[in-house]
């Protein structure tokens, strides 16, 4: 059970509390109609999956409802930061060497 | 027309209310229960949005409840003379309980001073609020939910909304010694059942 | 004779409570403070099980959670009895009855044990996919007999009398093991003013401390363990929980611990509301692991029989529980640890044969000691053989050559009744591999140690520390840091002092060579409880498995409920020597939880019976309560189903229902559904993105149909939406979408659109709706209501507040039947009271409650569709037939919107919902039926669609149904079949979906 710090209450919750909600940093073309079908399709469905550092988006469901991005390694499982919808994340896969050892 | 529907649902008299724990009775513990359970039925409850971060919208609101705009997270404030509170829940919604009967007038008094982008939604027939005391009060809540409600991270004056057993509840400390716990309404037979199961091991009065 | 292995004096037992238990029928006595395999051994039992496949005796072998043999069957009645527990870990008390869990007829004279004796040499790994192969269909009856021939406990028949709980707790520091180490880090940490919780496995504190012979300060290492108990247990900000196994170790420092609270006192728990165990759920800032090193067992030939124990239990037995299993000992040891258990049993009066040292030159501290007490010492040499069956009559014995893997020299027999064997220590690493560390093999200690985790320090035994002070000062280390992290500050301490010792260096010794190799000598037991033998990793690796998790499966090493406690290693290092690999290289398997079996009802908790999940209820419950409505779960709502009145069954009350409906009045509570308040000037805007459908010209008090889809155009939710004013809407959804549907809005408006000023708050349990539907709608509510009914005043989809019952309520007249409706909606706390309101007038108009299976028939009969049950997250708005809802003129590109214009939204062979006419009218379609066009074809059949929703219709007089079937808008009147599993077809005509007063007129007057 993750324990997850939200940025809105200001202290750690218990993973219960949240819900994953997939891949962050994704943004409606704002322009649909003129995307082609592949291009929807793309943003539709296709995710990435990496093994190491992820950027994804979480709300804190039974707590105050607010949606949030994480920086999370998909192979430790450590959470690198937590920042708030609208913000960049400081820790990315380019910026971090990411250790060997699992 | 109008912008927003304000509608004063307190009914007339001789309409017999219900809460959403009238159909359980009293429950006895022997001597010296280790809990207490008690039906605060029938408050107010009202739900505020805003953005805290406009001054104006903070006075407004210190103006109509008579107590401050809690701008610091998980932070609880109480107006005592009025018997009423208001909870943040999240940087820009605010759970107000006031006495039963006076929450038409308390959003009537919100929209008299707010103007910018505000909501405020009467939520009183949603919710019921329980207050729990006595010596084993803490450890019902240890066995409830896995939020930290040790007092080092729960002092007097903290309201958070968290999980409850398999439902969620706000949880408050309002002062030393009570607890106090805001259910939703379909939910309040099924936090009832729990909080008495739990309380066995210790003696429970459920009045 | 009585308990004929018990001393006269010693031990942390309770001479004066005798305790009298049952093994196997037979009654036995001990202690307090006795285990059960302690009571055993000091009865002499030999014989406390058969084992798993070959169904050979076995005796005790451990002292602890490693014991891997003496597994029994607890309980003393049906409702409480336990599988699979360890001996050596059940406290005695009072009436205890337990079973070997293998051996037919019983354990000293077992029938399989000869099968296993005739058939051992043929029962190698693989054995029962090998022989069994085939016939294929004769596997199911061999599995029969195998099933009944293995297997250990078995589960009760009847439903357990205890309960089991859940507490949460929070702590700045979590330490596992209450050994010296962990004694020694919470000593520190106490007085800190930090959280501490200290938990150990066992009865009591104390861990190695509790056995051994090395004194700290000058006195008996227990007095120590009493004063730091003493110590702890006055400070309040430290919890000690011993009878707490940390079954898990989770991600980011959370942890399971179980605490046995009543299961070393009785069957059940003896007093009311007390559960029998609790499982803690701990979030801890810092985790300090102290679980220790188990020491392992040498394989040698036959080291399975009865009376072969490891030394480190043999001196718990002695030193702990005034037992001495035996009365010859000889020991086989490749390190110093080894020769304390000669020593201990020496000092108990019994007679040590010889100390059996594979090292050439043995000279420790404890070796000194054993020489000085005339204990004769073989050095170079190792046990190779075991004698004996149902107990050790000797050992053979003779020089090795560990490297070139082969006995030299003469062999000498000793005669004795008890092997003790220590191979080394293996660190307890579990807990540290749970979230995927694996552990790093450490060439000094012969060991793996932990991996790293964030938040864990190891520390003493299993992080390979073994000198006592070294241990004390790991311990008291980790807590100073971990106590300062956490920003507390400590008080200085003080740590008792051990006598050092010097211990000679330990030499690697794992198996020991036969004069036969390996496949053709006596058995060699690697992993006792699952019969693995070295014979069998042989043949694993010369069949080609060789990496350690395929030799691991392939032969059942470490499976069970022991985990490879104490074959793990032994087993790696075999397989290493077979593939001319180092330990390392061959890697070790990664544990998962649960370190040691938890009973199911402790992982529940309160989470069963009547408590098991939420169950929902409206404002109206306790009146279908007393009406005799029959429920319904929708989500973790509890709905009326139907109302039976009298014997009526389900179709005749369903039928009842809808009659009335279209006939007269009926009444249903549709609290349950969804309701969600916008606010904020930018709320038209929000709605015309998120529906298919066009708000900008709603008036007020209008209502109207919505339908929501995803941006794949798939039709998620729907309902009515009213506009209460210019920035204020109400927006119902489906009473399963409720609280999805609001995420929904709020991940747009706080992800995408968060420029647009609007708010949402749920309002779900604040309104109850109680819907009257019927031609006599109009009539009923005008008896209790002020507002202006007249069909021009209150027009269909509109919205009208007043008073209803005395009680302000806003009133819909949207139509769920397609008859004249009125929803009324009031603040909860009143809704029992207008219901009572509406029911005096029962008589009158003929108002009848109705349930979810009437409203089901009643929609379904005007083709209203019902999401999730007509629609499964492929159907679009077009193949529900409602372009009529979709505005594809509407400015913003709308949610949905963009998806229904690729290829394949646009098949004109799409499933598009229709109706069905089953060809004999008392057929009712089953949901879920499968659509062909050509009954005759060749299976497997192309299947053109389904049945979505199907009923009995009473005013139809027939079966009818909803479907999506391929081109549907396009074959009406078509014939089409619908074959079953039990050989049935089906037939029906396709037709409108609308199958009642297709223009709508009956909801309008």
């Known amino acids: 059970m993750f324990h997850i710090y939200c940025p809105y209450c200001g202290e750690h919750r218990e993973e219960n509390e949240f819900r994953p909600k997939g891949q962050a940093h994704i943004m409606r073309p704002k322009d649909p109609e003129s995307c082609s079908d592949e291009e929807w399709a793309d943003y539709l469905f296709f995710r990435d999956n990496p093994k190491g550092i992820h950027h994804e988006m979480w709300v804190h469901a039974t707590g105050c409802r607010k949606f949030f991005n994480m920086t999370r390694d998909t192979v430790s499982y450590e959470i690198l930061e937590v920042y708030k919808m609208g913000e960049q994340p400081k820790i990315t896969a380019a910026s971090r060497v990411v250790g060997g050892e699992k | 027309m109008s912008n927003v529907a304000v509608f004063d649902q307190n009914a007339g008299i001789g309409v017999l209310a219900e809460s959403p724990l009238a159909h359980v009775s009293g429950v006895k513990g022997g001597h010296t229960p280790g809990v207490v359970i008690h039906e605060k039925a029938f408050l107010g409850y009202l739900t505020l949005r ?145 909080l008495i199961d739990a309380s066995q091991e210790f003696g429970v009065d459920y009045e | 004779m009585s308990q004929a292995n018990r001393l006269s004096q010693g031990g942390q037992i309770d001479r004066s409570k005798q305790i009298n238990f049952t093994f196997n029928g037979l009654r036995y006595t001990g202690y307090e403070g006795d285990t059960l395999a302690s009571a055993l051994l000091a009865n002499g039992v030999d014989i406390v099980n058969r084992s798993f496949k070959y169904s050979r005796p076995r005796g005790i072998v451990a002292s602890n959670a490693a014991e891997p043999n003496a597994i029994v069957q607890l309980g003393s009645t049906e409702a409480t009895q336990v599988p699979n527990v360890r001996a050596t870990q059940q406290a005695l008390y009072e009436g205890l009855s337990a079973r070997s869990t293998n051996g037919w007829p019983n354990v000293n004279n077992d029938a399989m044990g000869l099968v296993g004796k005739l058939g051992g040499p043929m029962m190698g790994p693989g054995f029962y996919y090998k022989t069994f192969m085939a016939p294929a269909s004769m596997w199911m009856t061999y599995e029969k007999f195998i099933r009944k021939a293995a297997g250990l406990g078995r589960a009760p028949n009847e439903n357990d009398p205890d309960i089991y709980d859940h507490y949460n707790r929070h702590c700045d520091l979590l330490i ?134 490891i030394c480190s239990a043999v001196s718990a037995y002695i030193r702990r529980y005034a037992v001495v299993p035996g009365q010859k000992l000889v020991v086989t040891t490749g390190n110093d640890s080894g020769y304390q258990a000669a020593l201990d049993w020496q000092a108990a009066g019994r007679e040590v044969v010889a100390i059996v040292d594979c090292r050439a030159n043995p000279d420790g501290d404890l070796v000194k000691q054993a020489r000085q007490k005339g204990i004769r010492i073989i050095a170079g040499s190792a046990v190779f053989e075991a004698k004996g069956s149902k107990r050790v009559t000797g050992a053979r014995v003779a020089a090795v050559d560990l490297n070139a893997f082969t006995l030299k020299g003469d062999v000498e027999d000793l005669g004795c009744d008890t092997i003790a064997s220590s191979g080394g220590f293996s660190p307890v690493v579990h807990l540290a591999a749970h979230t995927g560390a694996r552990p790093v093999w ?220 279209r006939e007269q009045v009926g009444i249903l509570d ?71 549907i609001l995420e929904w809005l709020e991940l747009w408006h706080q992800t995408e659109w968060p420029e647009l000023e ?76 207008v219901w009572k309101a509406l029911f005096e007038h029962e008589e009158t108009y003929g108002l009848t409650p109705y349930g979810t299976e009437t409203m089901h028939v009643l929609r379904a009969e005007k083709g209203f569709i019902i999401v999730g049950q007509d629609t499964d997250g ?4 077009e193949d529900l037939g409602m372009q009529w809802c979709v505005g594809y003129d509407k400015p913003f590109s709308w949610i949905g919107k963009r998806a229904l214009s690729r290829p394949d939204t646009r098949r004109k062979d799409r499933k598009q919902l229709v109706g069905l006419l089953p060809s004999d009218p008392k057929v009712v379609l089953e949901e879920g039926a499968q659509i062909v066009f050509d009954p005759k074809q060749q299976v497997p059949m192309k299947m053109k669609g389904h049945v979505t929703s199907s009923y009995y219709s009473p005013t139809l007089g027939q079966g009818f149904a909803l479907a999506l079937v391929m081109g549907g808008a396009e074959r009406m009147g078509e014939t089409v079949f619908m074959p079953m599993a039990d050989g049935t077809v089906y037939e029906a005509k396709i037709v409108s979906p609308i199958f009642l007063d297709p223009k709508g007129e009956r909801q309008n007057v």
């Open chain 3, 758 to 833: 609007v708010y949402f708050n749920s309002v779900t349990d604040h309104w109850a709706t109680m819907t009257i539907t019927g031609p006599n709608a109009r009539d009923l509510l005008s008896e209790i209501t002020d507002i202006d009914l007249a069909k021009d005043s209150f027009k269909f989809m509109e919205c009208r507040e007043g008073m209803v019952a005395n009680v302000p309520a806003r009133v819909y007249r949207i139509s769920f039947t397609g008859e004249l409706t009125y929803e009324i909606n009031v603040q909860a706390n009143y809704a029992m009271h």
């Open chain 3, 670 to 740: 549709a609290s349950t559904l969804g309701k969600i308040d916008i606010q904020g000037k930018d709320s038209r805007d929000f709605l015309a993105r998120v529906y298919t459908n066009k708000w900008a010209q709603l008036g007020l008090n209008k209502c109207r149909y919505g339908l929501m889809c995803k941006d794949d155009g798939m039709v998620m939710d729907d309902g009515v939406t009213t506009c209460l004013g210019d920035n204020h809407f109400l927006m119902t959804t489906t009473t399963g979408g409720a609280a999805g």
């Open chain 3, 442 to 661: 450490n060439e000094e200690a012969i060991g793996f140690v932990p991996g790293k985790v964030k938040g864990v320090i190891p520390v003493g035994g299993v992080d390979a520390i073994y000198p006592l002070n070294e241990v004390l000062q790991s311990g008291h280390q980790a807590a100073v840091q971990a106590i300062e992290s956490c920003g507390y500050t400590l008080t200085p301490l003080e740590l008792p002092k051990a006598t050092g010792r010097v211990e000679g260096k330990a030499a690697a010794l794992f198996q020991v060579p036969h004069l036969k190799s390996t496949s053709r000598a006596p058995k060699q037991f690697v992993d006792l409880q699952n019969d693995v033998t070295a014979a069998g990793i042989e043949l694993a690796t010369r069949e080609g498995f060789e990496s350690i998790e395929h030799v691991k499966r392939y032969t059942a090493l470490g499976f069970g409920t022991d985990q490879g406690k104490l074959g793990n290693i032994n087993g790696m290092a075999i397989t290493a020597r077979l593939l001319g690999r180092t330990i390392p290289e061959t890697g070790t398997t990664v544990f998962r939880p649960n370190y040691t079996g938890i009973t199911f009802g402790a992982i529940a908790g309160r989470h069963a019976g009547a408590l098991f999940d939420p169950e929902r209820y409206t404002a109206m419950h306790q009146w279908h309560l007393q009406r005799g409505a029959k429920f319904e779960d929708v989500g973790q709502w509890k709905r009326p189903w139907y109302f039976p009145i009298g014997n009526e069954t389900m179709h005749e009350a369903v039928a009842r229902e809808c009659r009335a409906v």
């Open chain 3, 874 to 877: 492929s159907v679009t708005p």
């Open chain 3, 176 to 309: 596992i093991g209450a050994g010296p180490a962990g004694l020694a880090a919470a000593l520190t940490a106490a007085n800190s003013g930090a959280r501490v919780i200290i938990c150990d496995e066992q009865e009591s504190f104390g861990g190695s401390l509790l056995e051994t012979a090395d004194p700290l300060n000058g006195k008996p290492a227990s007095e120590w363990v009493s004063q730091v108990v003493e110590q702890l247990a006055a400070n309040n900000d430290v919890l000690m929980l011993p009878r707490t196994t940390a079954n898990g170790y989770h991600d980011h420092n959370f942890v399971t611990l179980h605490e046995r609270r009543t299961e070393h006192l009785a069957d059940k728990a003896p007093i009311a509301h007390q559960a029998r165990s609790r499982m803690h759920h701990i979030r801890a800032k810092q985790v300090i692991l102290a679980t220790g090193a188990q020491e392992r067992p040498v394989v040698y030939a036959n080291n399975d029989v009865p009376g072969n124990m």
């Open chain 2, 50 to 194: 805003g953005n805290s971060a406009d001054s104006s919208f903070c006075s407004g609101v210190e103006q109509a409840l008579g107590m401050p705009l809690p701008t610091e997270p998980l932070s609880l404030h109480q107006n005592q003379q009025k018997g009423s509170s208001i909870q943040w829940l999240s940087p820009d919604e605010w759970l107000i309980v006031v006495q039963g009967g006076t929450e038409y007038e308390t959003e009537m008094a919100l929209r008299t001073e707010l103007s910018s982008h505000f909501a405020v939604v009467n939520i009183s027939g949603g919710q019921t609020l329980l207050t729990l005391s006595g010596s084993a009060a803490q450890d019902v809540l240890h066995k409830s939910t896995v939020y930290d409600v040790h007092p080092r991270n729960f002092p007097v004056g903290k309201a958070v909304a968290t999980n409850f057993a398999k439902a969620t509840a706000i949880i408050r400390r309002p002062s030393e010694g009570t607890w106090e716990l805001i259910v939703r309404r379909s939910f309040a037979d099924y936090c009832y059942r729990w």
